[in-house]
């Protein structure tokens, strides 16, 4: 079946730290791949998406890319600001007509001024 | 702005005693989802409409029940809530073309307590 692994958390940083939170998955054919974000007593936030292999989706100062040969998709901030701090989940959704998401056990992120 | 809207944020009921949840959405999009995330954790698909067909998750308690009346709203019901059944319930929303699946969309969620 399908599976997200996300790095374990808490991750706690200083602002303008540079930050990666890892994300492998497992799936067949070409997943699509997602990182979203939750903030505190809220819902959860697309933050970014890929749709196929060598994809880089960015927004936010944030970035991922799908690897395939690596089954990875990677967060990356160069800089941290303390209102990044949240959860970020790792989720991909199947090729073909599945339309779940299959979840990462989220990575909770502080961030110190 | 376009979104899935959530109501209420906070919901308080009894144990045993049936509550329903409500979501709905201004984007148009034919898919709707609930979930069920607790504390700590990745939010647990429960179930969803692809348009007015529903798709039940196999570990799914006979206890949550949907429904989805049009486009635009989709509600919850527990039947008959137990104290494991307190958690945040978010909505979420997609379109699907032509099998590949766009994004989700989530409201805020409910955050169900039971007393």
């Known amino acids: 079946g399908n599976s997200v692994t996300q790095m374990e958390g808490p991750v706690t940083l200083s602002e303008e730290a540079f930050l990666t939170i890892n994300c492998t998955y497992t799936a067949t054919g070409y997943p699509s791949l997602f990182w979203y974000v939750q903030y505190p007593g809220e819902g959860l936030q697309l933050l970014l998406k890929a749709t196929k292999a060598d994809d880089k989706g960015s927004n936010k100062g944030f970035e991922a890319t799908y690897r395939k040969e690596t089954t990875s998709f990677h967060l990356e901030k160069g800089s941290v600001q303390v209102s990044d701090s949240a959860v970020y989940f790792c989720a991909l959704s199947p090729s073909g007509s599945a339309r779940q998401l299959t979840f990462g056990s989220g990575t909770q992120l502080t961030v110190l001024p | 702005d376009a979104m899935v809207i959530q109501n209420p944020r906070y919901q308080v009921t009894q144990f045993g005693k049936p509550v329903t949840l409500s979501c709905s959405q201004t984007l148009n999009h034919n898919v709707m989802y609930w979930y069920q995330q607790k504390s700590s954790q990745a939010p647990k698909l429960l179930f969803h409409?692809?348009?007015?067909?529903?798709?039940n998750e196999a570990d799914t308690p006979d206890n949550f029940q949907s429904r989805r009346p049009n486009t635009s709203f989709c509600f919850l019901d527990i039947r008959s809530p137990g104290l494991g059944d307190a958690a945040m319930y978010l909505c979420?929303?997609?379109?699907?073309?032509?099998?590949?699946?766009?994004?989700?969309?989530f409201g805020d969620g409910t955050r169900l307590s039971i007393l």
């Open positions: 409409y692809y348009d007015k067909d529903f798709n």
């Open positions: 979420a929303t997609s379109r699907a073309l032509g099998g590949r699946n766009q994004p989700q969309h």
